[in-house]
């Protein structure tokens, strides 16, 4: 998916997630990009945050065993030009 959302939160522009499990604690939920048409797994150590353009496609693999606890934000502002 994308992070654009829609009306009042249209104008996200990054993304950010901090990893706060173990990634000893959960199997599966991986986070996950596409770039170029390739697959690229987000580091998963805890403390981890990823940074990212809110328009780049990426998904969380569904989770397995464990549980993966995150924190999910979005930096907003003008639309791009």
Partial sequence: HLDFGTGEISSRKL???IQLSN???YEGGDLQFMINQ???NAPREK???IIFPSFIMHRV?????GIRQSIVGWVS???FR
Avoid at 61 to 65: A, D, N, V
């Fill in 15 to 17: 993304s950010l997630t």
């Fill in 23 to 25: 990634p000893d604690d």
């Fill in 47 to 49: 403390g981890t945050i």
């Fill in 61 to 65: 693999t569904p989770i397995t065993k």
């Fill in 77 to 79: 502002g003008a639309p």
């Fill in 38 to 40: 390739k697959i690229v």
